[in-house]
T-cell receptor, first 115, second 110 residues
Framework: DGGITQSPKYLFRKEGQNVTLSCEQN?????MYWYRQDPGQGLRLIYY???????QKGDIAEGYSVSREKKESFPLTVTSAQKNPTAFYLCASTASGRAAFYEQYFGPGTRLTVT | SQQGEEDPQALSIQEGENATMNCSYK?????LQWYRQNSGRGLVHLILIRSNEREKHSGRLRVTLDTSKKSSSLLITASRAADTASYFC??????????FGQGTTLQVKP
């Protein structure tokens, strides 16, 4: 079964703690993306990576960090510097870094609650 | 940055009726994509329409693109209760990433 997995589905953390969200794909895709979705809102791009060992900031990168050491993995760390981290986080991938020309495949999402 | 914006924000129809959602964007694009999201899930790709295409069909879905008006529409014909979801358009701010609109929430009543 090819696809994108995100774990865990629900995550609870105390304010001030860093937390890492997992994203793995076995589609052999070059590019991977992290989005944040707030209730009733669209998706906002946090970080993206078009190739292994390289990544770029999206529109709302402050308070987040990523790594892309392996093609299949793109973990997202939500740091204590993120002012309002409670949200639904979605990971996606495309076959090529030219996202405009390819469909994005999404994982099931991780709902993070910070209290 | 906000590229695509959907209209209406919410739509409620009866099963069997057609549903039309619109998307407007600001800058020139290479392609425009439509996605669907069931509540609490990830997005699923529906259709990609290229900037040199005017219309595209997939099953009960029909997408149009008017680059002169910088707008696109998604038509779902003969809607079903299972079509209840949020629908998003996505445009390319540059070739490396997509910008998603706020979405249209569609409710299809049985």
């Amino acid at each position: 079964d090819g696809g994108i997995t995100q774990s865990p589905k629900y995550l609870f953390r105390k304010e001030g703690q860093n937390v890492t969200l997992s994203c793995e794909q076995n589609l052999n895709h070059d590019a991977m993306y992290w989005y944040r979705q707030d209730p009733g809102q669209g998706l906002r791009l946090i970080y993206y990576s078009q190739i292994v060992n390289d990544f770029q900031k999206g529109d709302i990168a402050e308070g987040y960090s990523v790594s892309r050491e392996k093609k299949e993995s793109f973990p997202l760390t939500v740091t204590s510097a993120q002012k309002n981290p409670t949200a639904f986080y979605l990971c996606a991938s495309t076959a090529s870094g030219r996202a405009a020309f390819y469909e994005q495949y999404f994982g099931p999402g991780t709902r993070l609650t910070v209290t | 940055s906000q590229q695509g914006e959907e209209d209406p924000q919410a739509l409620s129809i009866q099963e069997g009726e057609n549903a039309t959602m619109n998307c407007s964007y600001k800058t020139s694009i290479n392609n425009l994509q439509w996605y669907r999201q069931n509540s609490g899930r990830g997005l699923v790709h529906l259709i990609l329409i290229r900037s040199n295409e005017r219309e595209k069909h997939s099953g009960r879905l029909r997408v149009t693109l008017d680059t002169s008006k910088k707008s696109s529409s998604l038509l779902i014909t003969a809607s079903r209760a299972a079509d209840t979801a949020s629908y998003f358009c996505a445009t390319d701010e540059d070739t490396g990433k997509l910008i998603f609109g706020q979405g249209t929430t569609l409710q299809v009543k049985p």
